[in-house]
């Protein structure tokens, strides 16, 4: 395997010496790095990132799925300059200010005004928690305390932390520490690659929504909540799934008195379509968890809304009664301010209008990849674009990684799906970019 660039640049070897000597990185066996060292960023530019040596890598998953209006954004910067002028934080208990409470208005009313309440923490985990502390405990304050069970959907992602991960279905994450975990009830994926001979993707959806009823019919009496992520499983391999989905659980959750949560932490702000993906399919949850792309990528900020019935079931004299959770960092000025700038450019430059015009040329570039033979289920859910490749390599997610980063191109495929999940900037030189990039890197690794 040929070097990268950045390896023949002094500069930064000892960048990565200095890392692997001090800094133990996620979701990384860190021994891999002995072959495979990590690429040190000097700085960002738009969809751009740029090493110490002015090598530029399009970055086609927006950092993890967070960066929406590219690096280093001049709306954002000035937001986040003007606002540390003032006030970085201030403790949020007893304490309240600007940019919390205009974040708070302008989301809720993102939501008509149906899930009026936010509560704020720092990671998307941690919200996946606070939602489902929130749903257990409303049961309880309303004088059903058996209702304490989570159902989830087969191959669903809710984040890494003990409770978040009780609600997750990963094997590979879950069996680490699967005697730490909480059971959780799984139910069939939607995912429309699941759909029988004959079968439609409505179908399919009806089939496993057909599965969650069954199930409720049983345990509703003890289940708290469904976790759902509407529209895109992200983390399941961007499995994507018919909105009619959606509206069956919605249906089901309420003929049986269970919440419904809608986990938007990677679909929301505009990644599939629609502001909040459950709006594509006309109905709402009943809490919603936000992250990721709330700052635009910039700071690390999280947010449950919540439906005002289940706000007012914690509004009592006693503190018991309330809802009993905190972080240090809970409505962080700084991350406000920068989650009000991303609101501003949605509206400033009708942002969704113009994601629908890019994601329809990244689908028509794409369409290149049908021409190859191990490609299949070439799919698009608003800014997401997906395919599987038809491969036994279980280095394959590095080796195209790899592939790709020599044609100046970040992509990191999950096992053997290849997707595109690019910040909200990409012009259409960077769309050719990206594509054709992919394109060599698909023929670079699969003989
Ligand atoms: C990323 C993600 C999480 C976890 O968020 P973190 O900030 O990584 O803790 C939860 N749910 C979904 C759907 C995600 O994509």
């Known amino acids: 395997m040929a070097s990268r660039p950045s390896e023949k640049s002094p500069l930064n070897r000892s960048m990565i010496e200095r890392t692997l000597a001090s800094v133990w990185h996620p979701c990384t066996q860190m021994k891999t790095h002995e072959t495979f060292p990590p690429l040190p960023i000097a700085r960002g530019e738009g969809a751009w990132l740029i090493d110490a040596d002015g090598h530029r890598y399009l970055d086609g998953i927006s950092s993890w799925w967070v960066n929406l209006f590219g690096h280093s954004n001049p709306t954002i910067n000035a937001a986040l300059r003007d606002q540390l002028e003032r006030l970085e934080h201030v403790i949020l208990a007893g304490f309240t200010h600007e940019p919390v409470v205009a974040l708070s208005e302008r989301l809720g009313a993102l939501t008509d005004n149906l899930l009026g309440h936010c509560f704020y923490a720092s990671d998307g985990s941690s919200a996946v928690e606070i939602a489902l502390k929130m749903s257990m405990r409303y049961w309880r304050n309303i004088g059903q305390p058996d209702k304490i069970r989570f159902v989830t959907v087969s191959g669903g992602y809710h984040g890494e932390t003990l409770g978040a991960l009780s609600v997750s279905d990963v094997a590979l994450f879950r069996d680490a520490y699967a005697p730490l975990l909480r059971e959780s009830s799984t139910v069939p994926s939607p995912d429309w690659r699941d759909a029988r001979q004959e ?214 495929p999950i096992s053997n799906t290849v997707y595109f999940m690019p910040p909200y900037v990409l012009s259409d030189g960077d769309i050719e970019h990206m594509v054709n990039g992919a394109w060599r890197a698909l023929r670079e690794t699969v003989a």
Do not use: W
């Open 199 to 412: 079968e439609s993707t409505t179908d399919c959806a009806a089939r496993a929504a057909q599965a969650l009823e069954q199930h409720l019919d049983t345990h509703a009496a003890q289940t708290a909540a469904v976790i759902v992520e509407p529209l895109v499983q992200c983390a399941n391999r961007m499995a994507m799934h018919d909105p009619v989905y959606l509206r069956l659980v919605r249906a089901a959750c309420d003929r049986h008195s269970v919440h419904m949560i809608a986990d938007e932490i990677a679909v929301g702000f505009g990644r599939t379509g629609s502001f909040f993906a459950h709006q594509g399919a006309g109905v709402a949850p009943d809490l919603m968890t936000l992250s990721k792309g709330i700052t635009g990528g910039y700071l690390p900020l999280s947010v449950v809304l919540c439906r005002n019935d289940i706000y007012q079931a914690f509004y009592a004299d006693e503190i018991t009664h309330g809802f009993l959770h905190s972080h240090s960092y809970t409505g962080n000025a700084l991350a406000c301010s920068a989650a009000l700038a991303v609101l501003d450019i949605f509206e400033r430059d009708d942002v969704l209008a113009a994601n629908c015009e890019r994601a329809r040329k990244i689908l028509e570039a794409a369409q290149v990849f049908n021409e190859h033979p191990d490609v299949s289920h070439l799919r698009q859910t608003g800014m997401i674009t997906a395919f599987d490749v038809d491969t036994d390599d279980p280095l394959f997610s590095r080796r195209y990684h790899l592939a790709a980063l020599e044609e100046g191109l970040l992509l990191r």
